[in-house]
């Protein structure tokens, strides 16, 4: 039986491909494997951006409008995370300061000296730390509905406003109708799909389940294990107005905490998934913040 996501998605890897893009493994330890989107032709002027993917999704298929809009302008990287699309390892580790790593080892071995790292949810998330980790590899962060940190206080809001006991039961849904919830609740108005699309998402995107649950608890730290960073770089927040997930306090408090080295910019009308909602004006934003970032 013909699966129309499949094909969807095939379709999409050769439109990447058409914009001069092409997938390669990265070692980054014997064990330790990620899969990178890049440019066929990587030694080029370009400045570097590396889009870097939420929890529902891989990363071609988190920003595929963003990698076909910018990836002629900049040297786009798209990186799927242990444990999406073709990225394993056999270490027992699942922590973001581990993720964070491998990523920031693994843009090192591409040859990255510097980029702007874009980042989606966990991917914000990740982002932020492996600025704080690699100061001299990242120069910006844009951080698009996501947290500095997962504690437990912002977890559990975040959890009663959408209606789950867990990450993971939200996340990592077992049936067709888990996986429209999940989009729903993502999304400031996601159209409506025919069901056997939803089935369909549910068999190819959700695998590693096991590991993927070991990441999200440990995602979630104690209000007392965390401590706020100072970052060199400019941080630039671009959040999704009527994000059901995090809310608008979140990214105000994200704001507050980064100090004078963020900015603020909300889309109307868009939810946690915004740059997938509102792919022209989140494109505008991202055009208009990375020249600035160039030019500073």
Known sequence: MV?????????????VKLVGMTTQEVEIEPGTILNFWLPIQTTNNKPAVVFLHGFGFDGILT????VLAFAKTYSVYVPDFLYFGGSITDRPERTVEFQSECMGKGLRKLGVERCTLVGLSYGGTVALKVAEMYPDLVESVVVTCSVMALIESVSNAALQRVGFSSWADYLLPETAERVKTLLDVASYSFPRLPEFI?????????????ERTELLKALVISDQQFTIPRYQQKVYILWG??????DMETAWNLKEQVGQNATLKAIEKAGHLVNLERPCL?????????AYAQQS
Request: proline share 2%.
């Open 63 to 66: 920003w595929p409008f963003q």
């Open 3 to 15: 699966n129309f996501f499949s094909i969807c998605k095939s379709l999409l890897h050769g439109a």
């Open 198 to 210: 939803y089935k369909e998402i549910l068999e190819k995107m959700f695998n590693h389940r096991k």
């Open 282 to 290: 989140y494109n505008r934003e991202l055009k208009r913040i990375l």
């Open 241 to 246: 107005e009527n994000d059901f997930i995090f």
